[in-house]
């Protein structure tokens, strides 16, 4: 702020009122301000929305994108309401367990061993056999 009236000072000479000149570069920095931040949330809104935008949008690309998402969709309505619940909090949302569990009202313990079987009941259901329920490889027990 004082930094813009400094600026302003030599191009302006005589000033008939310096306390109504000084309100004036005020409210055009707060309104600098609010229009600034007010763009940001529009960004982060439509990125938290849309995704990353790509530099090139690749029409196939978005197909296969889109008949991901919509397998993935139907993998989770397929999951009961119990998993449901505790999946999408916390891989989607990527919501910390604590707050997952504050949020279900279960245990750690019961969190747990419910979003285990909801991610190895996905993973059956999208087809990925050759990987444990939470994305990793299966390790080969001596079996």
Do not use: C
């Not at 119990?82 to 279960?106: F, K, M, Y």
Request: glycine share 6%; no cysteine; proline share 6%.
């Amino acid at each position: 702020m004082f930094l813009t009236v400094h600026r302003q000072l030599p191009a302006t000479g005589a000033l008939r009122s310096p306390p109504a000149w000084l309100l004036e570069i005020t409210r055009n920095v707060v309104r600098h301000v609010w229009r600034t931040r007010s763009r940001a949330v529009r960004r982060a809104d439509a990125l938290r929305r849309d995704g990353p935008v790509a530099a090139v949008a690749d029409p196939h690309a978005q197909l296969e994108r889109r008949q991901e998402a919509d397998r993935l969709e139907r993998a989770l309505a397929r999951l009961d309401a119990g998993q449901r619940e505790v999946v999408w909090p916390s891989d989607v949302q990527q919501l910390p367990s604590a707050a997952v569990a504050a949020l279900t009202g279960l245990s750690p313990e019961a969190l747990r061993v419910r979003r285990f079987r909801a991610r190895r009941q996905l993973a059956r259901q999208l087809g990925d056999r050759g990987s444990g329920a939470y994305g990793e490889p299966r390790r080969n027990r001596g079996k």
